[in-house]
């Protein structure tokens, strides 16, 4: 733990105005990221005794190692900064919301010339009407489904419609009337446009119009004696009403507001959306945080606000915004998102009347997402922490092993040798830090040796990366064998994660005492020794300390060991993965594959021109020539890597015993063209 005292800047250093502030670690990693009015002001409250410090707080400081500043002009400025390198850094002492699924919204693609109704999750695309999020996909298909009636527009795929279109027919929804079938030609594309402009008003609270058109139309069928179109135009309206009412009004006034709750306790806070719009709850999203900053309620709800709308623009950013409490910069927040909707928005609490009504329903259904999130053991910020006391307990570490790499090895009879790296940082995944290697320095089975490889591989990047910001002498590196490989160029400290850049406190590998031996022996010709190294073997769940005769046993129930199986299983998960993958390229692999230069499209025109492998080995280059795209000197190396291509004995068919001729159209590398494969 290093001393605030040693990186506090020197008094009068720091200016008084407003700014962003980053602290780094002793690896220049950027730990945490905050914004303030007064830059003097905040820093100095981060170096005043440790034992008046929040214990979050103190645990950040102590972990840092050094803290740096950029000045901005305003607080909405230094709002956006923050914002910015938040996502940039993904610092682990900042709030991060987890959200707890990914919530699918209605979505009407105006950038298509024939728009098209569908459900759609993930970012969100320029061009495309969004409505929602919705907590069900089913939600959207039920409505979708009783508005299709009276606006039938497009919902098929790309490939359906194509395919419509070709064969002069409409898929079943355009028969019984449940699409206007724009595919043959019976609504012209601005017909259908106007249609899909229709759906986005309705969908958007402009429901009073189309109801009383439809109404006056089934009168005046009636008055005609048009029965069957008054009856018609009957059942639109029901269907319409029916949607209306799967989004009851809860705001009287047509209110265009997203409403934001929070239930939190000591450790850890809820947060719950309600998007409103023409008074009707039309979307409703939700995350789960660990609160490893000390943070109030004003705090959780100005880091829900950045996590909302960063991304969003225009109306995705509603009218007015009601929150529970409102934040310390109010003000600077509210022309932040002002700016980004491009007009006025208000950012208040709800103080009487339906909206405080709701409000407070939103802030029940917070609860009950923070006591259902309790419930699960793995996202437990006290059971992590009491796994990770118990691991440091039973291994005997100097302290809690924040950072765990767990190493795996798999392979298929010798073939295919791969290893996978998996890292947990306080006792949760980080698969953006996952790692994956083949296995160089020999062929065959032997995980001992395929273990030391690896180890030795994975450190010797980190000694890279201490070499590069000289925290490692190359005077060490001719101690360690030339561990880093030479003197690589310099890199900037800009404080993004770096592959290998940041060592573990405990090195796990998947196996017994051999395994851990060549994990230590790896570590210790790299004159690395402030890496703790444990094997977890599966057959009774031990778990083999280096130089030990006996392993330490850790009880059935203990968090820790469900820990250090979670680090293994993923780990193995991770190493199956690959190897499978690697298989399966591998076999699909074929003479085509060996041919410089040639891509994916010409050796499919290649296969479709020819129809199969056996009548393109067949031709001549003059023939090979005729392919659109396969110049002369193209055919002749595709010729030349044929014709040294011995080809497999002739497929057979298991079941008949005939033999299976390669006349067929296939890709490259099918199992007719490799014959029997092991």
């Known amino acids: 733990m290093a001393d605030p005292s040693s990186y506090r800047p020197e008094p009068g250093q720091i200016p008084d105005s407003p700014g962003v502030y980053k602290f780094r670690d002793e690896h220049r990693r950027v730990i945490y990221v905050g914004k303030a009015k007064s830059l003097r002001q905040r820093l100095a409250s981060y170096f005043q005794d440790i034992a008046g410090l929040h214990p979050r707080t103190a645990t ?23 914002y910015s390198w938040i996502k940039e850094f993904d610092p682990r002492f900042n709030v991060k919301y987890r959200d707890d699924k990914s919530y699918p919204s209605l979505a009407v693609t105006m950038n298509e010339d024939y728009p098209r109704v569908q459900v759609m999750r993930g970012p969100k695309k320029k061009g495309v009407r969004y409505f929602g999020p919705y907590g069900h996909a089913w939600a959207i298909r039920e409505t979708v489904d009783l508005m299709l009636r009276v606006f039938p527009v497009r919902t098929c795929s790309a490939g359906v419609f194509k395919r419509s279109a070709q064969i002069g027919r409409p898929c079943l929804l355009g028969y019984i009337g449940k699409c206007s079938a724009p595919c043959v030609g019976r609504v012209t594309p601005d017909e ?54 799967k989004n009851a009004v809860v705001l009287a006034d047509a209110t265009d507001a997203d409403l934001i709750a929070v239930a939190e306790d000591e450790l850890e806070a809820a947060v719950q959306i309600f998007h409103v719009r023409g008074g009707r709850v039309r979307g409703q999203r939700g995350w789960v945080t660990d609160k490893v900053e000390a943070v109030d309620t004003a705090g959780l709800v100005e880091h829900a606000l950045q996590q909302l709308y960063g991304e969003e623009k225009g109306e995705a950013v509603p009218k007015e915004v009601l929150v529970p409490a409102l934040p310390e910069d109010a003000p600077a927040l509210a022309l932040w998102l002002a700016e980004r909707r491009g007009s006025l928005v208000s950012l208040r609490i709800p103080q009487r009347g339906d909206k405080k009504a709701l409000m407070e329903t939103v802030h029940r259904n917070a609860q009950q997402s923070l006591a259902l999130h309790k419930t699960k053991r793995a996202g437990d910020l006290t059971t992590r922490s009491r796994a990770l006391e118990e691991i440091a307990e039973a291994l005997e570490l100097d302290g809690a092993p924040l950072r765990i790499e767990c190493f795996d090895i798999s392979h298929l009879q010798g073939d295919d040798v791969v290893a996978s790296m998996v890292v947990f940082e306080d006792g949760l995944a980080r698969k953006g830090e996952y790692r994956r290697f083949q296995i160089k320095s020999f062929e065959g089975q032997d995980d001992v040796r395929s ?46 994660p770096k592959r290998f850049a940041y060592p573990p406190q405990l090195v796990v590998v998947d196996g017994g005492q051999p395994q851990v031996a060549a994990a230590k022996r790896a570590l210790d010709e790299l004159g690395i020794d402030d890496v703790a190294v444990c094997g977890l073997a599966k057959r009774l769940e031990e778990v083999w300390l280096p130089g030990e005769d006996d392993p330490v046993v ?40 060996e041919v410089a230069g040639l891509g994916e499209s010409r050796k499919l025109a290649l296969l479709k021109h020819f129809g199969s492998m056996k009548k393109l080995r067949q031709a001549t280059i003059d023939q090979i020539c005729e392919v659109p795209g396969i110049g002369r000197k193209t055919a002749e190396t595709v010729a030349v890597a044929l014709a040294q291509a011995v080809p497999a004995g002739p497929a057979v068919n298991t079941a008949t015993g005939e033999i299976i001729e390669d006349e067929i159209p296939a890709p490259a590398g099918t199992a007719s063209e490799r014959g029997t494969e092991q």
């Not at 201490?466 to 190359?474: N, Q, V, Y």
Request: proline content about 3%; aromatic content about 6%.
């Open 60 to 82: 950040m400081v102590t972990t840092a190692a050094s803290v740096e500043w950029t000045i901005v002009s305003t607080e909405v400025e230094a709002l956006q900064l923050e």
């Open 192 to 245: 259908h446009r106007e249609l899909a402009e229709d759906f986005c008003d309705f969908m958007a609270g402009r429901t009073g119009t189309y109801l009383s058109r439809l109404e006056r139309e089934m009168h005046e069928a009636a008055e005609e004696m048009e029965y069957e179109k008054a009856a018609r135009l009957r059942d639109d309206i029901g269907a319409l009403r029916r949607a209306m009412e």
């Open 451 to 496: 273990m030391h490889e690896v180890v030795s591989r994975r450190f010797r990047r980190y000694l890279q990366e201490k070499l590069k910001t000289g925290e490692w002498s190359p005077e060490d590196a001719e101690d360690a064998g030339s561990a880093a490989g030479g003197q690589p160029a310099p890199a900037e400290d800009d404080g993004r």
């Open 554 to 593: 850790l009880p059935r129930t203990s968090e820790g060991l469900y820990l250090l199986q979670r680090v293994r299983d993923e780990a193995h998960r991770f190493a199956i993965q690959y190897q499978r993958n690697k298989r399966g390229k591998r076999l699909k692999s074929g003479p085509l594959d």
